[in-house]
């Protein structure tokens, strides 16, 4: 799993128990599922359709930093499956697993549309093949 993301756990990120507040975490899955998504298929138009059960493990506290994980699981026709990990970046404890969120590929219409990828590709080998 190759962990893209970091974001530090601040005072306005927690709960009354103070840790990190479980749906500030998942906000930042489903941006980060989004912005993987949005550079493999190379379309800005996507949307969530499915996050499967959340597993959380541990909590973050403030001051924390929190990395979240994403893998390609499979590609569908018109979407592309994830599992995630977020895990603390100092003790890379795990914090919560996904194991399928589905995201969908749409046209200018707003409907799903085919995105013809069947691998993950990287930025630079994109750049290199030009």
Known sequence: MRF???????????N?????FG?????WID???????????ENPKIVT????????MSSA??????????QVTKFGTSSITLKCEARNKMTRETILTVENIIMVNLGDDGKPKPHGKTRIEFVKDRISNS
């Not at 009354?16 to 990190?20: A, E, H, K």
């Not at 749906?23 to 906000?27: H, I, P």
């Open 4 to 14: 893209h993301s970091r974001k530090w756990v601040k005072p306005e990120d927690l």
């Open 16 to 20: 009354p128990n103070g840790t990190l």
């Open 23 to 27: 749906g500030r975490l998942l906000a």
């Open 31 to 41: 941006e980060e599922a989004a912005l993987y998504t949005v550079v493999q298929l």
């Open 49 to 56: 359709k499915y996050i499967s059960e959340i597993n959380f």
């Open 61 to 70: 506290k403030q001051g924390d930093i929190v990395e979240v994980g994403m």
